[in-house]
């Protein structure tokens, strides 16, 4: 089946640092990818789509020079959380789905990230 | 606006058989699915529903009528390692995933 990686798993920083996270997928191309971010007891939260080569489109009340997200191939999206805060410490979520395949979207693991 | 509702939390007994329903209104209508989520992963694809009736894969099951706006996953013979968060999502006409809030389901013995 299709494969998600996402890097690092965790993650912990002091507050003001930035926060690179990969999305990969492994044995597909991804046309699109989605980020989502996950609150403790919450649901997943779309926060922006990608699709390659182009500019992300983002959720109303994601700050989009806070979140930076590039997808600049097939296989690989990234998102930087810029300046981060204790506020941004949450579970993130990337997602893929191919273009043939619009409605299975394959889950990265996810990635834990503890802003101090 | 768009909605998706699923009860908040659940108990079963193991071995037994549980429902657990989602009621939805989109903006549009590509499918709906179910993902299963254990605490502090991501969430696993269980089910994919896009034309009415019943889909049945191994001890899952999941259910759509789409007139009623509804679905229903079905556990059967329930596992303690089935404990876990069961996510309702539909697709819009967008190809968006509109997720609910998740079902938490506690599995006693």
């Known amino acids: 089946g299709a494969v998600v990686s996402q890097h690092p798993s965790w993650v912990i920083c002091k507050s003001g640092t930035s926060v690179k996270i990969e999305c990969r997928s492994l044995?597909?191309?991804?046309?699109?990818m989605f980020w989502y971010r996950q609150f403790p007891k919450q649901s997943l939260m779309l926060m922006a789509t990608s699709n390659e080569g182009s500019k992300a489109t983002y959720e109303q009340g994601v700050e989009k020079d806070k979140f930076l997200i590039n997808h600049a191939s097939l296989t690989l999206s990234t998102l930087t959380v810029t300046s981060a805060h204790p506020e941004d410490s949450s579970f993130y979520i990337c997602?893929?789905?191919?273009?043939?395949?619009?409605?299975?979207?394959?889950f990265g693991p996810g990635t834990r990230l503890l802003v101090l | 606006g768009q909605n998706i509702d699923q009860p908040t939390e659940m108990t079963a007994t193991e071995g037994a058989i549980v429902q657990i329903n989602c009621t939805y209104q989109t903006s549009g209508f590509n499918g709906l699915f179910w993902y299963q989520q254990h605490a502090g992963e991501a969430p696993t694809f269980l089910s994919y529903n896009v034309l009415d009736g019943l889909e049945e894969k191994g001890r899952f099951s999941s259910f759509l009528s789409r007139s009623k706006g509804y679905s229903y996953l079905l556990l059967k013979e329930l596992q303690m390692k089935d404990s876990a968060s069961y996510l309702c999502a539909v697709m819009d006409s967008n190809y968006q995933l509109i997720w609910g809030a998740g079902t938490k389901l506690i599995i006693k013995p």
């Open positions: 044995d597909f191309q991804a046309t699109t």
């Open positions: 997602s893929a789905s191919s273009g043939r395949d619009m409605e299975t979207q394959y």
